[in-house]
């Protein structure tokens, strides 16, 4: 019954407040800072909101994302309005709401740096997108966007490429394989480093210290760790004691060691 009760007197209260103008409700909301309060005032107040939203739209973020960030502006501008110094709220609010959605482009806008001019270009393009196809009936080609706003093809295909690092992809976006039962992901077209490019820093490497050595050096090191050979092969060659040929291993691994960590200095 409690609940009830509850409820009720806050339908009541809501209704109470949808019989304030907006003046009385910023007056009261300052005296008492009621969720309900802040509500009625987010819900007459929305259509900022939409209207600085639609401003965003096709700029590569999507319109709810927009919509999102433009109501929590909203909410800001609600908390830090004062009535008593006799400023319109929709005057106060649209540099607030406009202010977080910039923010959030910022932050989630373009991946990669690219100049400003093709920033403004790349917006100018959406425009006239939109512009040339109810004009022309179809989409717009490169050479009729260009003619439109005064620019080379080049420029154009210039920003609708830089445009693509609006916002990263996703490696797991999948690609219709022309009728193949298993679709490509994304990762599966972009390329990797090329083993090969290691295998031959590996062998410049391994050259430039093997002329460091010595030739009984050169001969341990082709014998035991390219033939295969034990110490006491290589020993009864070099007629040496398997002793010998042990402090020469760890004296030429010593030195590839110190060869090692000047290269990586």
């Known amino acids: 019954m409690k609940n009830v009760a509850r409820a009720t007197n806050t339908t009541k209260s809501i209704q109470s407040l949808q019989n304030y103008n907006e003046k009385e409700l910023f007056l009261l909301y300052s005296e008492n800072k009621t969720t309900e309060i802040r509500n009625e005032l987010v819900s007459r107040y929305l259509y900022i909101v939409e209207i600085l939203s639609k401003k965003y739209i096709n700029k590569g973020i999507d319109y709810e994302d927009i919509y999102q960030v433009a109501s929590i502006g909203l909410i800001y501008a609600i908390e830090r309005f004062d009535i008593n110094k006799g400023f319109e709220f929709s005057s ?16 989630k806008g373009w991946s990669i740096r690219v100049p400003r ?21 179809r ?24 445009s693509q690092v609006y916002t990263p992809k996703s490696l797991d976006l999948t690609y219709d394989n022309d009728g193949e039962d298993k679709d490509i992901k994304l990762m599966d077209l972009i390329g990797e480093p090329d083993k090969n490019f290691d295998n031959i820093e590996n062998k410049e490497f391994l050259d430039k210290t093997i002329e460091k050595l010595n030739e009984v050096e050169k001969k341990v090191l082709i014998d035991r760790f390219f033939k295969n050979k034990t110490q006491m092969q290589v020993a009864e060659d070099l007629q040496v004691s398997q002793m010998t040929v ?9 030195k590839f060691r110190s060869e090692l960590n000047k290269s990586l200095m």
């Open 92 to 107: 106060f609010a649209t540099p607030t709401i406009i202010g977080e959605i910039k923010k959030h482009f910022r932050d």
């Open 139 to 162: 989409a717009p080609l490169v050479k009729d966007i260009a003619e439109y706003l005064e620019c080379t093809e080049e420029e154009i295909i210039e920003a609708m490429e830089a």
């Open 117 to 137: 001019r093709i920033q403004e270009l790349s917006k100018k393009i959406n425009g006239a997108k939109n512009n040339l196809h109810q004009k022309l009936q």
């Open 246 to 254: 042990s402090r020469m291993e760890k004296k030429i691994i010593e």
